[in-house]
């Protein structure tokens, strides 16, 4: 017989080993947004755990999204790799001409093009074992194809950061069917961002709790054994910029009441003129705006080719575009509306924050950064498209690309040369099957010194391991979380 020390020991290892196999055979990866983190944050805040994930991993210095830079069409072009026009999210809401109705976030939104499969739908389509998870990634929890995805949980605001993660981990850890891919979304700082800004010390203490969940998920990767099996790739969908009462404009007053529709938000409004009144509206916003000096009308044969906005019904017939630091009608009547929901007091000084101008204005900039086996230590690569990251996805995860408008040169420069046979589909195969055997060997034997290891292994909990590396962190989540729904995403 064994003397107990050692058996508990050799059994807690045997747990450990198990814990390993159970995931999945195949590359694993998650993708983190941090919606509306400007790409830039990194210099003005103190990050340490992010940016300890930019220095060992992979990281470039912004990305270009896709126009409007709004969180819904840059979300899907993430998991898409295909422009707004092709997927056909083109807003955070638009018109549809058909139904004659403003459409909001909903399946209808996200089932436009039934070709363009989601890269958790596009996983799964491969089979042998693959299973997809969506944590409140926007049109996560929609059905593509007919088909709903192993793992999806929809948006919930304020829901606590900190069981997000914990799900994400669990769903890897799946011993029936372990996730190998993970889209996990997280609404700050856009939502506060919003209301007060993103210079504000709200958004700076966001920032610090964005930082602190990301130490929280890499502690749990770690804690389970898992982070050099796990890729991670962090990233936003767009930046943020501070505008003031002073810089809105108001629009409607050059139009007629009565005689269009609109839809979206600042700076960038769509107007779909009633029947008979295109010219009318469109030479008076034009008039409009040469008086003004601070938005720009486009109708839709002048939409600029690079947005690859215009190819789609959904595309209004105009576009009223605010200039960088200016906004729109929406913005006021929504900035009261702020002030009375935070209980703050309105002044010409109050910031409140906008994006969705031209990816090409600095402050739209996403952040990118990725770690893990797959991925290239200590490197910078040069800013590279939204859209080009669905085929850095697909090579993580080791699957060929659905034909998208992305380039597959930015994953080539992202991921590491494959090592020789490390992280092969066989290696990890006959360490799973070891595993199991072993384990099974054994499992007699386990489930006697079970019973009398529990008691002794308690301590070793999770929540022990992770205050020892962490203290006192991760605590205040719940508490620190204003139940909110967002106002504009
Ligand atoms: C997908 O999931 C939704 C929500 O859980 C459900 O209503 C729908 O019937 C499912 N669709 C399919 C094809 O399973
Ligand atoms: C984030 O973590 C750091 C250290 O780990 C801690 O000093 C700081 O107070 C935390 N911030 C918040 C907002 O919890
Ligand atoms: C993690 O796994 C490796 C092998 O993959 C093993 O050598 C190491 O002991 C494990 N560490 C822990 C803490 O289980
Ligand atoms: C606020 O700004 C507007 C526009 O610049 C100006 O007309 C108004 O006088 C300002 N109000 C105050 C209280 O400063
Ligand atoms: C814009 O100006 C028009 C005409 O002065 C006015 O009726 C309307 O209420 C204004 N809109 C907003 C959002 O203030
Ligand atoms: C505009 O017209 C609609 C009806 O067409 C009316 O409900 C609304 O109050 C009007 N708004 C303004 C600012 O006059
Ligand atoms: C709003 O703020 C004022 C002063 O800043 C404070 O006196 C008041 O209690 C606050 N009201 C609420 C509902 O928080
Ligand atoms: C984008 O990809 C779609 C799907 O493959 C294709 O139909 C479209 O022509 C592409 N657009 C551009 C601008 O390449
Ligand atoms: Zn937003």
């Known amino acids: ?100 109705k403003v459409m909001k976030m909903g399946p209808g939104m996200y089932n436009y093009n039934d070709r363009v499969k989601p890269i958790w739908r596009w996983n799964e389509d491969q089979g042998n074992g693959r299973y997809s998870g969506t944590f409140m990634w926007p049109g996560g929890d929609y059905s593509y194809q007919g088909k709903n995805i192993t793992y999806s949980v929809g948006f919930q605001a304020g829901y606590d950061w ?20 993970v889209m996990l979304y997280f609404e700050e700082p856009d939502t506060h961002g919003h209301a007060f800004g993103p210079n504000s010390v709200i958004i700076k203490d966001l920032l610090e709790k964005l930082d602190n969940i990301t130490g929280y998920l890499h502690a749990q990767l770690e ?67 040469k008086e003004n000096g601070h938005f720009k009308v486009y109708k839709k044969s002048e939409y600029l080719d690079r947005w690859h906005y215009k190819n789609n019904p959904r595309s209004p017939p105009i576009l009223v575009m605010a200039d960088e630091g200016y906004a729109l009608d929406d913005l006021i009547i929504s900035a009261p509306q702020y002030a009375k929901k935070y209980n703050f007091t309105l002044t010409n000084q109050s910031e409140f924050g906008v994006h969705g101008y031209d990816y090409t204005v600095k402050d739209m900039h996403p952040y990118f950064m990725a770690i893990g086996p797959k ?29 998208n408008n992305g380039s597959s040169t930015p994953a080539s420069h992202v991921l590491a040369a494959a090592g020789p046979g490390k992280y092969s589909v066989g290696t ?23 019973l009398m290891a529990i008691k002794r292994q308690q301590n070793i909990t999770t929540a022990a391991a992770l205050n020892k590396r962490f203290p006192q962190t991760f605590q205040n989540y719940i508490e620190a979380q204003h139940l909110l729904e967002p106002e504009e995403a």
Request: charged content about 15%.
């Open 1 to 100: 017989m064994f003397s107990q020390p050692i058996s508990l020991k050799f059994l807690y290892f045997l747990v450990l080993i198990s814990s390993v196999t159970c995931i999945s055979k195949h590359p694993v990866l998650i993708v983190v947004s941090f919606d509306a983190f400007r790409y830039n944050f990194f210099e003005t805040e103190n990050l340490p755990y992010m940016q300890l994930i930019k220095t060992k991993g992979t990281h470039a210095e912004y990305l270009y999204n896709v126009f409007p830079t709004k969180t819904f069409p840059n979300h899907h072009s993430i998991a898409t790799g295909v422009f707004p026009e092709v997927h056909g999210v083109i807003g955070n809401s638009y018109y549809d001409p058909e139904i004659k």
């Open 162 to 181: 900190k069981k997000r993660v914990d799900q994400v981990i669990k769903w890897i850890l799946d011993p029936d069917k372990p996730a190998n891919l």
């Open 223 to 289: 804690h389970h054994n898992l982070s050099d099996k796990v890729n991670v790739v962090q990233l936003s969908d767009h930046g943020m910029t501070a505008v003031s009462p002073p810089f809105f404009i108001n629009i409607t007053q050059y139009i007629t009441n009565g005689t269009y529709e609109w839809a979206g938000a600042s700076p960038a409004i769509q107007i779909i003129p009633h029947e008979g009144h295109e010219d009318i509206i469109y030479s008076a916003l034009k008039k409009g705006s």
């Open 375 to 403: 991925i290239k230590k200590e490197t910078k690569v040069d800013p590279f498209n939204t859209v080009d990251l669905f085929n850095l996805f697909c090579a993580i995860l080791e699957i060929s690309p659905t034909k």
């Open 428 to 450: 990890i195969l006959m360490m799973s099957i070891g595993g199991v055997l072993v384990a099974l060997l054994l499992v007699s034997l386990a489930v006697v010194f079970t």
